[in-house]
């Protein structure tokens, strides 16, 4: 069976290594050990749903001058073969006596000189996916060179898209409003909440998403109080407001937008505070420029939403996004992240409707010099009605 | 809207909290800090998909003596609130000042005198899910307690299944084996690889699992050489076998087997392996028991094929199976870990037909007392035959 062509030609990947390396030498980082899914996907092309399996480590260490090295289980050497990383060196995992770590550390004692430093993301959003003891063996096996902290490095180059990465996003995008658009279209009164999930995602593979990793919502006359629960076996009723909120991937980037139906018409204060969210998303959609920070778009979306006489919820207000569900920043008080040219971000204004319960509205959108290009198909002004 | 019940009722996890607190006492643990989905779910019936996004640490510490405490998110009390747990301690996350370790370190120190050791999980198969940066700020902040090595304490007790949870576990291999034999019923010939991938995936949804969180496979005229990349473009042809591997998830515990689908009557050599790899399960199926270690069922699996006169692949030929896609032990030579009554796992025993091809079959069984049970349903001797 001929292979597909890879996610994206070579040039892509170099251009990422180029703007790693150039961050490296910035902070004296003579090499950067990276652990987590996404970052050896960014960094290799390597796409594959196995990182479901706990059982194995990865790694790919890029060095501050030269080639990244791929250390890997044997079993991904066929994968990585395709990748346009040449040096791949592999072991029989999971191997209890010796799980990669003799391996990676010679790697790494290759980029790293004695009395030099080697990173990993250490910070928020981060964390190492390899066996805790195995790390402790690594440094002792290093040492004297240090491990030192790589998130800035690794993030500041990540969270600004290229041209090639945003048309990903946006084919995502444009597959998850098919598949919202078309549940609009059938009726979903008396349905469990759960059938309509399965069928939800059944919707997404349909239009084109290679896999789900994410569905939630809930759904109530008032708002819902609980947005990241399973679904359970209530049928939906008339007079709910019903939110599904999807993480689809194709090429391995996600969309991450919701959309609420309405089924029938809402009451006041639901409908007022629909209302509030859409038109505080219009503000941020207005507003938003690089060079603003992540405060900043919170401020200007609870702004918006204080302006409709509605109180914002006391989460996150919007996030980053790209080859995780998620990504930095997040739009709160505290986050004082620039807002930069080329990032993706999602808009996710959210507000009370009695004290218990809320409503939220999501778009995904690329900053640009000018402002956001929307990359989700804008949510209908009042929802979807629909099963009336 | 209500709620559903919870997955179990509140007695299976007072059970597993006292197999976990007898583990710790016999190896001097104060306290376990868990962080991984799988050990908060096991521990409190913690089920979303939230954890797709990597914005926020989730902490549930035990201690040996008491009852847990979550250390979460203000996102998840809600569905947290829903849980056994009673003592649930929250953080408006993600919180750059202090993502909740200020509020983890007081947790612990209420569990863990002085010159106590708590516990997390360090070892194969294992990762710490939190910045690496705040885990060295909170073992500072608690010193001189020390931490240690939790793994055995926590996979000693993970790796025997209750009576309710292999229910949950025959449940979702019942609903693949139904997706699987929906395939088996249409034509698959000149149908791209990534169409059936996304019709199976729609398949398994509409038989009743969850979500599907991982799905693989491969097709060639000579069976295939990589079974973790996505699936391609390119159509199936007559005298492909194509191998579909299904990790589908329902009430969080998961399915792990695979089927070949024969595009026709396939060559002599890949009858001949689809038929060693059937008899080999079939003497695993016979001969394991509790006591054997996991070598030992590699041995097993492993002279059954060269029996057959076909070589076994290099890999494991097996593993553990329940609240993650794959658990330990691993069927390889080198584990020793001694298989138990009501350990859950998979038989997946892999052989060459050409140098760089091979066939994979694989089984999800329950270890009894008097040898396997199986979960899955056996799949057809000599595969599918679909589409000629």
Not at 131 to 144: N, Q
Not at 152 to 176: F, G, H, M, N, Y
Not at 318 to 336: A, M, N, Q, V
Request: proline share 8%.
């Amino acid at each position: 069976m001929p292979s597909d062509p890879p996610v994206f030609p070579e040039a892509e990947f170099r251009a990422r290594i180029d703007r790693l390396q150039c961050a490296m030498a910035a902070e004296d980082i003579d090499a950067l050990l990276l652990t987590m899914p996404a970052d050896i996907f960014y960094v290799s092309g390597f796409l594959t749903r196995f990182w479901e399996s706990p059982a194995r480590p990865w790694f790919v260490v890029v060095p501050v001058c030269g080639a990244p090295k791929a250390v890997i289980p044997s079993i991904g050497a066929a994968q990585m073969g395709q990748s346009w990383i040449a040096d791949i060196r592999t072991w029989p995992a999971p191997d209890p006596t010796d799980d990669g770590i003799t391996l990676l550390a010679e790697a790494i004692a290759e980029m790293v000189p004695a009395r030099g430093t080697f990173a990993t993301p250490m910070g928020l959003e981060t964390h190492i996916r390899m066996p805790l003891r195995d790390l402790h063996r690594m440094i002792d096996r290093l040492a004297p060179r240090r491990l030192v902290d790589g998130t800035a490095a690794v993030q500041r180059v990540r969270e600004i898209k290229s041209e090639a990465e945003i048309d990903k996003l946006r084919s995502i995008c444009t597959i998850t409003g098919m598949a919202f658009a078309e549940l609009a279209g059938q009726s979903l009164q008396d349905r469990p909440l759960a059938a309509v999930f399965a069928e939800f995602q059944a919707l997404l593979l349909r239009a084109g998403a290679d896999w789900v990793s994410y569905v939630a919502g809930a759904a109530g006359p008032d708002g819902y109080a609980d947005v990241i629960a399973p679904a359970g076996a209530a049928p939906l009723a008339p007079g709910d407001v019903l939110m599904l909120d999807a993480g689809a991937v194709k090429d391995g980037y996600f969309s991450d937008f919701d959309r609420n139906f309405f089924l029938g018409p809402p009451k006041d204060g639901v409908r007022h505070v629909q209302e509030a969210l859409w038109q505080a998303t219009e503000d941020a959609l207005r507003e938003l420029r690089p060079g603003m920070r992540a405060c900043d778009a919170h401020r200007v979306l609870a702004e918006g939403l204080r302006r409709w006489g509605v109180r914002p919820c006391a989460g996150r207000l919007g996030h980053g996004l790209g080859i995780t569900l998620t990504e930095w920043p997040s739009f709160t008080p505290l986050d004082t992240t620039v807002l930069r040219e080329n990032m993706v971000l999602t808009l996710e204004p959210s507000a009370h409707v009695t004290e218990a319960t809320f409503l939220v509205h999501e778009e995904n959108i690329v900053l640009r010099a000018d402002g956001p290009e929307l990359l989700s198909p804008r949510a209908p002004r009042h929802g979807f009605l629909v099963g009336a």
